[in-house]
């Protein structure tokens, strides 16, 4: 299911970080790499944009990222890097023509494979990408054409996830892309916090990234039943049986704060984790379970 054409102010974005040279041309390289998804079939159409760039473009989100995180849905055959690959190659040229970016480079620099030896016969495999940019006529024109990576983006793509909503994002200039919607954007990323004992990861960002999502929109209980009811089938497919207590465990709540305070990077101010943990929690407990 999708809804209206959300228009969004990308060039605003990008100027947002004008401060900082490094982040500006890091936000234009992303907004080129952006665009040249949108012109490329069939990526147009099978990828999906989610993560840290989907809450600063459509929400607002003062949490700082360059780096693009994407859903695909596309057959995971023996050369799906080598043609993404190839179409992201080609277009990155006329992307950039388009956006009056003619001084910027991109070019593929990396594509892993995860997991590398089983990645076709994988139930969730991804790709991990690395986009290197330059500016041209300087030294980071010489480094890139001789493999290097002056300035780099990371783009990572995963697969055979569950989708219900998708929300088709106007770019700057009139492109369209499409992402995540709220629903599913919660969803995910509380499916993502128990997760982090099985896959032994910590992952500060998402109780962040709630907080600032379930503390800005009225979500009514037809939306939290939405969001419950996309939680328990992107959790099942991961094996997950989520319940109203699932936050309460003492491990998911010390995972999520472990790396709180590496938020001062991205943000310059940290909010106290308790308050954003037990909103997170409060909110998590409100969905509409079957007791």
Same mark, same amino acid.
């Given at each position: 299911m999708s809804k209206p054409v959300l228009e969004i102010n990308v060039a605003g974005w990008v100027d947002r970080a004008k401060a %900082?040279? $490094?982040? #500006? /041309?890091?936000?234009?390289?992303?907004?080129?790499?952006? %665009?040249?998804?949108?012109?490329?079939?069939?990526?147009?159409?099978? &990828?999906?944009?989610?993560?840290?760039?989907? +809450?600063? &473009? $459509? #929400?607002?989100?003062? =949490? /700082?990222?360059?780096?693009?995180?994407?859903?695909?849905?596309?057959t995971v055959d023996n050369d799906v890097d080598i043609r993404i690959q190839r179409l992201l190659d080609s277009a990155f040229p006329r992307a950039a023509a388009a956006l009056g970016y003619t001084d910027l480079i991109l070019k593929i620099h990396s594509v892993k494979r995860q997991p590398k030896a089983i990645f076709e016969k994988a139930k969730f495999p991804a790709l991990k990408i690395k986009i290197a940019y330059a500016q041209r006529g300087t030294r980071q024109e010489k480094a890139l054409l001789e493999g290097k990576a002056p300035g780099v983006i990371d783009l990572d793509i995963s697969f055979n996830e569950t989708m219900r909503q998708i929300q088709v994002l106007e770019l700057t200039g009139g492109r369209e892309l499409r992402a995540y919607s709220l629903i599913d954007l919660i969803a995910e990323k509380y499916r993502a916090m128990p997760q982090q004992m099985t896959r032994n990861r910590n992952r =500060?960002?998402? $109780? #962040?990234? &709630?907080?600032?999502?379930?503390?800005? %929109?009225?979500?009514?209980?037809?939306?939290?039943?939405?969001?419950?009811?996309?939680? +328990?089938?992107?959790?099942?497919?991961?094996y997950i049986e989520p319940t109203r207590l699932s936050l309460e465990d003492p491990e998911v709540k010390k995972r999520s704060g472990a790396e709180w305070g590496t938020l001062e990077v991205e943000l310059g101010e940290v909010p106290d984790f308790e308050e954003c943990f037990e909103r997170v929690s409060e909110f998590y407990r409100s969905l509409p379970w079957i007791l």
């Open positions: %900082n040279p $490094v982040a #500006y /041309q890091q936000r234009q390289a992303a907004e080129i790499t952006l %665009n040249a998804i949108a012109i490329s079939a069939p990526l147009n159409d099978r &990828l999906f944009l989610k993560g840290g760039i989907l +809450m600063g &473009l $459509v #929400y607002d989100s003062p =949490r /700082q990222t360059g780096d693009i995180d994407l859903t695909a849905d596309l =500060r960002q998402d $109780v #962040y990234d &709630l907080h600032f999502l379930v503390a800005d %929109n009225d979500l009514d209980f037809a939306i939290r039943a939405q969001i419950l009811d996309t939680l +328990m089938e992107k959790s099942r497919s991961r």
